[in-house]
């Protein structure tokens, strides 16, 4: 497809990115672990972009890693899953969405050594809190995805948008907007929203599957965060739990665990939101949310984890119970620095 007339929102696009993304031929694609529809949407959508006679991608996908709401994505495209073989004979990675190398979904047996072996890595991400961790970084942390991100790079470099690329891409716009919703939604969001469903972006499909609709075990789980929903401070912090055994009588995984945090968020009043899950018996992750003026990146950062202004992330090596007794505390002292 052609530029917009309204393209002057677009973020330029570094030609370096361009560049070393165009010399692989059998790279691997790669995001965070836990996948949520703006990774896997840029993933599917650069591998399926990339693929030729000449490239031949793959995504890194360890098993356990998709989640329930999003096996449609990935059955949107066909590309290959990495194998330890892909790994090795790649002649480069690209990491989408991924503030972090050690949060890189590569699987356990690979984070603790070098699995790029001096392969050039692209790191391209919408995190303000991104390390630059790549050879090559493009980090725009004022864009509303890293899919927002990719259509400009796949305009960039003259790849014809088809619908199914559309649709991925809309898929993580979508979703890390909140409908085109939240802060982070800019000029750019919006064109690349309005550019993709004139590619052929399946929206009402997207809507209905992303939005509208909930697997009986995943219904079970809202049950779980809705019971165990308390506030405090007045009733400005909500927070919900769920440990290992809530999360899997529930007939849910780790790879489930995203969208729930809208549950506390979603109490009139609140202006600090808290979820904490644990996918992993003894390891409990942490989603915060902040409305208003309420940031909430630098609690995450104080848990070493990181993210975006108002939706970040931790990840504790206790359970639940602790790092609530850990964090609940510092939260409450965070937003006094935020009279209402």
Known sequence: MTASPNSSCAPPVPADVVDAIRAMNSPVIISHVVPDADALGSSLALAGSLQSDDCRPTIALPIGSLSQRLEFLFDMVDV???TDADFAAADGFVALDTAKKPRCNVGKERKEGDWTAGRTLVNIDHHATNTCFGDVNWVVGTAGSTCEILYYLLRAMDVTITPTTASLLYAGIQTDTLGFSLPNT???S??????????????????????????????????????NTKTEADGHIAYSHANHDEIHDAGCTAADIDDQISVPRSLDGVRLAMLFTEGHKGKTRINFRGSGSVTVVELAKEFHGGGHTQAAGAILNCPIEEAIEQVLPRAIEHLKHFPP
């Not at 690349?192 to 219904?219: M, N, P």
Request: proline share 2%; hydrophobic share 50%; net charge negative.
């Open 80 to 82: 290959p899953v990495a």
């Open 186 to 188: 800019g000029t750019a």
């Open 190 to 227: 919006l064109q690349a929203g309005a550019d993709l469903l004139a590619a052929g972006a399946d929206i009402a499909d997207l809507g209905e599957r992303l939005l509208r609709s909930q697997s009986v075990s995943e219904f079970n789980l809202l049950r779980v965060i809705y019971r």
